[in-house]
């Protein structure tokens, strides 16, 4: 198993990730993305937006991030939307309770002491107050994972949303908040979309863009941070169908996964157990991180939740009326809601391959690649002459142009064609096309594909056909 160090300094080494703001020492949870970052995050949502939308039932919508401060109020964020936090006095290291808890379970299971792990498991299903969290630690007497300290604070409720004030005057009355889901986007703009898109259900509405939370602890690089990105759909259906489209919708987004490279072994299904109030089934899909299992998207059944409250607290009606069949209702949701940031990490982690190799001499080498799925890789294609003479750059640069029209594409001059294959591999570009002596006779060139390393000669003018039919979307 890889180790998710090696992932960070790859990204940062390549120009996939960088720490926001790292001159100045870095911003906790919050990360920049650099030039093949930039690329591999289009193409993520290039890939989602065209699976979740490029359908009869399915239209999108961006809305802003900043809303209007009642909406908090109807979703329940206001009041529930925040973590159990405590501090440890002595150590001054500040936990979500909950993760503290859990992570010492873990440590018992390393250490094979079962037992009390199962207990513990038992009382931490059961919690739900700041209270029940805090008699668990001290019952249990759970230490501060670094300094070994138990010597602890209450626990209290941290609201995760980021505050900040419309306009010049910052009083209570103009608080606003950064929005902490894309979802109630969705929401308060469902009956602007049905109207003006004539859509009826089963029909829904896809959005992508930036969320904030103020986590407790950010960890584990791009998992868990402060500011990132979400892809949601909210699927809104007639009441009684809903556990229909649930189990569609997760045939539905498994496959997504799947279509982008991820093997069945490496993503799991898990139920959610403890339901929230809203919601009549839920799971999430994991996938297998460096540092175990950890969820990259939900996939949730809301029922009338949402758009009930939202009715409740504007006073404006949010029912789909059927004139045919003499019918009225408040649809149900189905939710899929991924993490775009999170969900680039697991492709990264995913991608990340050392190969040995032995070449014709019995010598052993190492090969790095990035095996992203062509429609995925930053880069498409990366065009060569072989050598830097006898016209071959120049039919080169032209072949650049030319794939650059419809591809991301670099050319590379310097080095042995092996070096620049290597390059090429170690940040996933999926084809290496070669100008060399037989070119300028007859218009073909090689192609060169990334994991199977075999070469194909085709004429110059069907390299972009040649590409496109690699692309699944
Ligand atoms: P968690 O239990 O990990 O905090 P959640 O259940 O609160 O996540 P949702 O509210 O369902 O997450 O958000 C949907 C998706 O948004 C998650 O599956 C994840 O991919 C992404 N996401 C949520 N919080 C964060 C975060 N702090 N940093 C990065 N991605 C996040």
Known sequence: MIKLETIISLAKQRGFVFQSSEIYGGLNGCWDFGPLGVELLKNIKESWWKAMTYRQDIVGVDASILMHPRTWEASGHITQFSDPMIDNKASKGRYRADNLIEEYIEKLRKKNKNEIADKLEIELSKAKEPNDYYNIIMNFSIPDPVSGGTDWTEVRNFNLMFKTFLGP????????????????????????????????????????????????????????????????????????????????????????????????????????????????????????????????????????????????????????????????????????????????MAFLCNAYTEEKLTDDSGKEDTRNVMKFVPQLSPIKAAVFPLVNKDGMPEYAEKVFDDVQKNFKAQYDTSGAIGRRYRRQDEIGTPFCITIDGDTLNDNTVTIRERDSMQQVRINADKISNYISDKLIR
């Open 169 to 344: 005057v910052d009083d209570s009355a103009s608080t606003i908040y950064l929005r902490p889901e894309s979802a109630q986007g969705i929401f308060v703009n469902f009956k602007n979309i049905m109207d003006s898109a004539r859509m009826k259900p089963p029909f829904g509405i896809a959005q992508i863009g930036k969320a904030f939370r103020n986590e407790i602890n950010t960890k584990n690089f791009l998992f868990r941070t402060r500011e990132f990105e979400q892809m949601e759909m909210q699927y809104f259906v007639k009441p009684g169908t809903e556990l229909e489209w649930y189990e569609y919708w997760k045939e539905k987004r498994w496959h997504w996964y799947i279509e982008n490279g991820m093997a069945p072994e490496v993503i799991r299904f898990k139920d959610h157990e403890k339901l929230a109030h809203y919601a009549n089934k839920a799971c999430d899909i994991e996938y297998l991180f460096p540092f175990g299992w950890g969820e990259i998207e939900g996939i949730h059944s809301r029922t009338d939740f949402d758009l009930k409250a939202h009715q409740e607290f504007s006073g404006k009606k949010l029912e789909y009326v059927d004139t045919v069949n003499k019918d009225r209702y408040v649809p149900y949701v189905i939710e899929t809601s991924g993490g775009t940031t999170r969900g680039l």
